[in-house]
């Protein structure tokens, strides 16, 4: 059983949504009430606050600065890759956020407009995602790491009005012109982009092209500040894309109002944060942690927040989270496991601890992929603060599960990411849809309708979201992930029921990575699989079968492909191991079984399934993956 007082909201939120929310969202400036908390057509059809208006720029950055905290630190930007720092107060961010807004509408952006945002973690992000916002337009941001290819897919789904940019981004190891990765994605694109707005970095001074580029600062001098656009509350707010099961991205579409509420809750309900703290995720903007947890919620809840361009190796050593903390007094961090296990590999003993005053922290938030026990122990003996695993995804856009520190503080218990938090009525349920008994694996599904501030379609593609999500178990959100409840009511979160895997916090496509290896000419057929990893959790291991006649070097076609799915989808996807196998096992009706061939990887017990065709073609595997290195001796990490 949960603690009381987190049961006695969990219990409101499910049975009185429209009185429990209305009074979460009276925290909130709106412009003109809401009709009705709850709207709900059907199942499937539902929506947060209709009739309402507001601006979630507003309750970011104006709300707090006409309350006369225009001088509190919103935004803090720390950047060991360029060795330079800089705050904003709440009214230097509101005007250099109203400024660009005007920018942007001088560029004929208007309210539903997309605008694609591919940015390192520099400020402009942020401001250029709350100018979105702002007017109402609709932001989409590309994480850095992907490569055009991908940049290209999301011009063609979003088709947006403007692109902004810059003309770097900053790896430890390198330094990443943008410009020309844009200009490759502009090619592929079949939608035309008349206009990008380029913030030119020091580190990288790039010409821009007449006609097509503007540059930022000239834009800003060129406009007036404009101000916040009233929107309804269902009005969309961004769209991110993220991995499904094929190459296709799917664009999760947020709307202002539900959003707004569920970030300004689940700030003081989860992350026990308030007006005034130091929020620190330690993510990126291209993903979801970073539009909820470094830009929308600190803002919306009046914290400062810090934005980090760096790593938690490398920049310089393993000790830069704890100096962060220390300069800027974090009271709490959010981060990935497989970041804290990179500094534990580096600093087994904690010894940087010794160097760096923590005590401002009074939480550790992780998410993003399982938390293994181990590295919560490391975490909890060396930062000596609560550890707490949550569990999310994109398209919820905040925890699902949880231990609520805002509302009281529950025992931990490593390997299970919590509770339910409220707002969610999570239910694990066996293929045919009936529940399953506490302890017991399922599939984990959440009863709708969805709280405030998760999806509330896919960009374009409402059949994708009812396929999806919402058709497998009619009345439920598909979560994709498997795991289990036990009989306190903590979920663990076991395995994903599609062949999505997650490499350092990053959720990725085997079907993506498929996809570009089988369009390689020496390619019959290929699969790709998620590998247990001691320091990301999993690495992508291909397996292709050469089509007949082809008698090149198997070794160099392998390098072949590893710089083609680098190409295609980006440095990001880690994909560096592959192997030729002269067939794949399948099922009589051939279906490929990568699950077997993830446990061959992992070194896991693996009776041959009932299905398959020809037994012997998984000794095949294990001695094309032995090749390889796998099974790893050392999974200890991530086991
Ligand atoms: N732009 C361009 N390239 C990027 C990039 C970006 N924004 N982010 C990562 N890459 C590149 C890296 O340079 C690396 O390239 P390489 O193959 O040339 O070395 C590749 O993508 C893989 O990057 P990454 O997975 O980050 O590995 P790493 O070895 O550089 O760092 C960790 C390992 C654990 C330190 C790092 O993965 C990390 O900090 N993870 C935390 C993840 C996180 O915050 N997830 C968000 C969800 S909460
Ligand atoms: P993303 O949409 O990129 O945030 O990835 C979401 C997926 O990451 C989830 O569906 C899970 O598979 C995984 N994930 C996120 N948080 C956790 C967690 N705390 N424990 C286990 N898996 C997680």
């Not at 380029?198 to 010409?207: A, G, S, T």
């Not at 609560?386 to 609520?404: I, L």
């Not at 160099?556 to 192997?579: H, K, N």
């Not at 699950?595 to 009776?607: Q, W, Y």
């Amino acid at each position: 059983m949960v603690g009381e007082v987190h049961a006695r909201e969990l219990r409101h939120s499910l049975n009185d949504p429209d009185a429990f929310w209305a009074r979460q969202a009276e925290a909130l400036h709106w412009d003109q009430p809401w009709n009705t908390v709850l709207r709900t057509e059907s199942d499937e059809d539902y929506a947060w606050f209709p009739g309402g208006q507001l601006n979630t720029c507003f309750n970011a950055l104006d709300r707090h600065v006409d309350a006369g905290r225009g001088d509190q630190a919103a935004l803090i930007y720390d950047s060991p890759v360029t060795g330079s720092h800089r705050q904003y107060s709440y009214a230097e961010l509101r005007d250099e956020v109203a400024r660009f807004a005007g920018a942007l509408r001088n560029e004929g952006v208007e309210a539903g407009d997309r605008v694609i945002i591919y940015m390192p973690m520099v400020p402009g992000a942020v401001i250029a995602m709350l100018a979105c916002a702002r007017i109402g337009a609709v932001h989409s941001v590309v994480f850095g790491g992907f490569a055009p290819p991908e940049l290209a897919k999301r011009v063609d789904d979003a088709k947006p009005a403007l692109i902004v940019t810059a003309t770097c981004g900053i790896e430890p190891n390198r330094t990443i012109p943008y410009l020309p990765l844009l200009d490759e994605a502009l090619e592929i694109a079949e939608h035309p982009v008349p206009r990008c707005i380029v913030l030119q970095r020091p580190e990288c001074d790039h010409p821009l092209k007449p006609g097509r580029d503007i540059d930022w600062y000239a834009a800003c001098e060129a406009a007036e500040p404009a101000d916040c656009l009233p929107v309804d509350a269902t009005h969309p707010l961004y769209i991110l894309y993220t991995s499904g099961t094929t190459g296709k991205p799917k664009g999760v579409v947020r709307d202002h109002g539900g959003h707004a509420v569920a970030m300004h809750y689940s700030m003081g309900t989860v992350y026990d944060s308030h007006p005034g703290d130091v929020y620190w995720a330690a993510s990126d903007v291209g993903w979801v942690v970073g539009h909820s947890y470094i830009v929308y919620a600190p803002l919306i809840r009046g914290c400062t927040s810090i934005l980090y361009e760096g790593k938690p190796v490398g920049t310089p050593d393993a000790g830069a989270f704890w100096r962060v903390i220390d300069q800027y007094k974090v009271n709490v961090l959010f981060t990935a496991p497989t970041a804290l296990r990179a500094i534990k590999k580096e600093d087994p003993r904690g010894e940087h601890l010794g160097n760096h005053d923590i005590g401002s922290l009074r939480g550790l938030y992780l998410a993003g992929e399982r938390s293994d026990p181990d590295t919560i122990a490391w975490a909890q003996q060396h930062l000596k603060v609560p550890v707490v695993d949550h569990w999310w995804q994109t398209e919820t856009g905040w925890a699902v599960a949880a231990n609520c520190r805002g509302l009281e503080p529950l025992p931990i218990k490593p390997g299970s990411a919590s509770v339910a938090v409220p707002g969610y009525d999570i239910r694990v349920l066996d293929d045919a849809g009936e529940p399953v008994p506490a302890g017991h694996i399922g599939n984990i599904v959440l009863k709708l309708p969805l709280p405030p501030g998760t999806l509330s379609t896919l960009w374009n593609n409402e059949d994708g979201y009812r396929d999806n999500y919402l058709s497998r178990f009619p009345g439920y959100y598909l979560t994709g992930d498997a795991g289990f409840i036990d009989e306190d009511g903590y979920l663990s979160i076991m395995s994903r029921i599609d062949d999505i895997i997650n490499v350092a916090g990053h959720r990725l496509s085997t079907g993506a990575m498929e996809e570009v290896l089988a369009a390689h000419p020496d390619v019959a057929e290929a699969a790709v699989i998620g590998a247990a990893d001691a320091l990301k959790g999993q690495l992508p291991v291909g397996l292709v079968v050469l089509k007949s006649g082809v008698d090149r070097d198997e070794a160099t076609v392998c390098q072949e492909l590893v710089a083609a799915v680098r190409a295609s989808i980006g440095a990001v996807a880690c994909f560096r191991t592959v192997g030729v196998v002269k067939r794949l096992p399948k099922t009589r009706s051939g279906k490929v079984l990568r699950g077997a061939m993830r446990k061959l990887a992992n070194g896991e017990p693996c009776p041959v399934p009932a299905t398959v065709d020809d037994p012997a073609i998984l000794d095949e595997i294990r001695e094309a993956l032995a090749d390889l290195g796998y099974p790893k001796t050392d999974r200890s990490a991530a086991a």
